[in-house]
Structure formats: C-alpha cells, structure tokens
T-cell receptor, first 111, second 115 residues
C-alpha cells in the first residue's frame, strides 16, 4: 500500500524559531509537491520538487527532496504568524498522474 | 486562481438523494481530479479524468461516479448519498503541459453535508 507520512501532525512554535516538517513516502517517485491550506480555504501550491537533491526556497520556507531515502523536508526559518496554516506533501508515484497526499501538518505560530 | 470553479459551494442533502457536483475549468488542462478531504485523512482521490470521456478510479471511488463530456467540465455524482459522504470535495486540474510536471491546481471546494 502506498503511504505518505508526515510528522509532526501538529506543530506549535514561537515566532522567530526554526523547525522542520518531514514527509516520508513508501513508493518510488521522482516528483514531490508541497501545498499550503489556510482554514476553510483551498490548497495553494508551494513547491514542486522534480529530482533527487532538488532544493527550492521561497521566503522563510525551504523544501528539499532525497529520492533515495524517500524523504522530503520543509524547513521553516524564523517563523512568523502568517505562516500558520496546514501544510501537505504529495507524492506522484512513477508513471502515474495521480498524487498521494500526506495527512498534513498543522502549523501554529504564536508570539 | 488557476481558472477553476466548483458548484455548488455548499450543499445540504438527505440520505438517499442523488447529488451532482460540477467542476469547470478555463485552462484547457487535459487532466481533472476529484478529491475528498476529511479530518485525519488529508486528501484522497475519488476519480480522475485524462481526457474527454476518459476516466479512472482513485482510492475511494465506491459510491461515486464521474463524467466528462467536455474538456472544461468534470462532474462528480453521488447516486444515493450517505452520511459517510459528508465531506469537503475539491476539484483539481493538471497535466504534463508545463515545466511543473503535472502540478495540480485546486478549486475552491464544495462543502457537502448529508443528513
């Protein structure tokens, strides 16, 4: 069974601190996606990681992909309240056009 | 937004009634998807389409059917709604036509409550 596991599921962090969200998956894949969802809203695409060793950065968020370890990380630097949201990783198994989503990490940033 | 609309945005219905949700895109993407989102499960794929009249099942397809008669429209039908189908439904579009290989873009969602 294909599995995508995120941890932690819930993260409460203070403004200014750093933290990492992990995404492990059980299938062979060369494409991994990170999405953000605000409460009651749709999903917004953050990063598309297409190859082993890929690293993408946008503001205080940086995502990386290790296809050999089947692991992606989303690193948060100097968190601010505006980053409070739920973050999902999604994996596209090889030779498919489907995405398998993780259960999400709910991030709460407090002063 | 990537030119995706969903209708209705909210619906309350009774067990046993048929329900059809519509997804409309203006982006001419080949692939369209229907997901449901439930607490603790993330998003789960119900059905997807890879072209007009070409559809396939996802991981939670039981109780749902789909149709795609035009590139821009993808319909999701609950033939006889049950309370377990209470959920938020998202439509997504994507395809191998950009540098972001099969990146999916999501619609605003439909909140369905089955009483």
């Amino acid at each position: 069974e294909l599995k995508v596991e995120q941890n932690p599921l819930f993260l409460s962090m203070q403004e200014g601190k750093n933290y990492t969200i992990y995404c492990n998956y059980s299938t062979t894949s060369d494409r991994l996606y990170w999405y953000r969802q605000d409460p009651g809203k749709s999903l917004e695409s953050l990063f598309v990681l297409l190859s082993n060793g890929a690293v993408k950065q946008e503001g205080r968020l940086m995502a990386s992909l290790d296809t050999k370890a089947r692991l992606s990380t989303l690193h948060i630097t100097a968190a601010v309240h505006d980053l409070s949201a739920t973050y999902f990783c999604a994996v596209a198994p090889i030779n498919t056009d489907k995405l398998i989503f993780g259960t999400g990490t709910r991030l709460q940033v407090f002063p | 937004d990537a030119g995706i609309t969903q209708s209705p945005r909210h619906k309350v219905t009774e067990t046993g009634t048929p329900v059809t949700l519509r997804c409309h895109q203006t982006e001419n993407h080949r692939y369209m998807y229907w997901y449901r989102q439930d607490p603790g499960h993330g998003l789960r794929l119900i059905h997807y389409s890879y072209g007009v009249k070409d559809t396939d099942k996802g991981e939670v397809s039981d109780g749902y059917s789909v149709s795609r008669s035009k590139t821009e429209d993808f319909l999701l039908t609950l033939e006889s709604a049950t309370s377990s189908q209470t959920s938020v439904y998202f439509c997504a579009i994507g395809g191998r036509q950009s540098s972001s290989y099969n990146e999916q873009f999501f619609g605003p969602g439909t909140r369905l409550t089955v009483l």
